[in-house]
């Protein structure tokens, strides 16, 4: 136990340990010395995986395993991990720095979890609010987001933002078209929503009744009124024109499952193109 705390109190600060209860200061340092430090990325989506095996989740039930999957000290690990992880930081930066660009008043960083993006658009644009919309958060990623001021936690999006950031977010739940729309209703007309998505078996939480849209998520989203616009680090913007439309969004939803039983198997410089000219011509037909 005391080699355990040693290691632990190495990477992590006196002031920090105090947002940590007991459990999650045990199982970091369990980590923490079984790696001899930080995990690497490998080993952080492993310890997820064996998490997700440990409470049993189903990815086609929302019950309380899915609930404590996501309350467990892994994820945790996995918000202080990215703040040193150097291609995190990269993707990170260059989202942060795509914001600033768009010179908003006010933006949401929705699901952002331990805050780090939120915290580095806050930083660079120091005149606007920035909000993490995170129903839950951690009381050290509280504490770390006082530290800038014009950053904070909200548990749900309020009212109309310029910028809306989603990274990392949509391959977890169950209808990634429905939250958009829910979510894209807070955008300004005009506004722009950035989304990186991961629509692929990389980790167990990661859905896979999700990995269709690995080739059909802008399709969908220029269908629902989100016209995809900038290409940012593994993400794109998509701009909000008017009213949103879901329904159209999900007719490209059901063409694009009919399609995935067959392009799953293609290579990705095979399957993507054919996914949007089999889209453009199934949808010109459906138009009366």
């Known amino acids: 136990m005391e080699a355990q705390w040693m290691e632990l109190t190495k990477w992590i600060s006196p002031?920090?340990?105090?947002?940590?209860?007991?459990?999650?200061?045990?199982?970091?340092?369990?980590?923490?010395?079984?790696?001899?430090?930080?995990?690497?990325?490998?080993?952080?989506?492993?310890?997820?995986d064996d998490v997700w095996k440990i409470f049993g989740c189903d990815p086609e039930v929302m019950d309380e395993r899915i609930s404590a999957f996501y309350s467990h000290?892994?994820?945790?690990?996995?918000?202080?991990?990215?703040?040193?992880?150097?291609?995190?930081?990269?993707?990170?930066?260059?989202?942060?720095?795509?914001?600033?660009?768009?010179?908003?008043?006010?933006?949401?960083?929705?699901?952002?979890?331990?805050?780090?993006?939120?915290?580095?658009?806050?930083?660079?644009?120091?005149?606007?609010?920035?909000?993490?919309?995170?129903?839950?958060?951690?009381?050290?990623?509280i504490a770390r987001a006082e530290?800038?001021?014009?950053?904070?936690?909200?548990?749900?999006?309020?009212?109309?933002?310029?910028?809306?950031?989603?990274t990392d977010v949509f391959e977890h739940v169950f209808d990634p078209l429905q939250l958009v729309y829910d979510t894209a209703q807070c955008l300004c007309i005009g506004g722009k929503y950035l989304i990186a998505n991961c629509f692929f078996p990389v980790i167990l939480c990661h859905l896979p009744q999700t990995f269709h849209l690995r080739y059909s998520?802008?399709?969908?989203?220029?269908?629902?009124?989100?016209?995809?616009?900038?290409?940012?680090?593994?993400?794109?913007?998509?701009i909000r024109r008017g009213e949103l439309n879901l329904e159209a969004a999900r007719q490209v939803e059901r063409y694009s499952i009919?399609?995935?039983?067959?392009?799953?198997?293609?290579?990705?410089?095979?399957a993507r193109p054919m996914t949007r000219v089999l889209l453009f011509l199934l949808n010109r037909g459906a138009k009366p």
């Open 73 to 141: 000290p892994v994820w945790l690990l996995n918000g202080l991990f990215i703040e040193q992880h150097l291609e995190s930081l990269a993707n990170r930066e260059e989202f942060s720095n795509w914001v600033a660009k768009q010179a908003p008043q006010r933006v949401a960083d929705f699901g952002g979890g331990f805050g780090t993006l939120a915290r580095m658009i806050g930083q660079k644009l120091r005149d606007i609010t920035v909000e993490v919309i995170e129903p839950h958060p951690h009381p050290l990623a």
């Open 15 to 48: 002031d920090d340990l105090v947002f940590l209860s007991a459990e999650e200061r045990h199982w970091l340092g369990e980590v923490f010395s079984r790696f001899s430090g930080f995990p690497n990325l490998d080993q952080i989506w492993s310890l997820i």
């Open 217 to 238: 998520w802008d399709a969908a989203m220029k269908a629902m009124g989100l016209d995809p616009s900038d290409k940012v680090a593994y993400g794109r913007a998509y």
């Open 258 to 270: 009919a399609m995935w039983q067959y392009n799953r198997f293609l290579p990705g410089r095979l």
């Open 147 to 166: 530290k800038t001021p014009n950053v904070r936690y909200q548990k749900k999006l309020i009212e109309q933002y310029d910028v809306i950031v989603a």
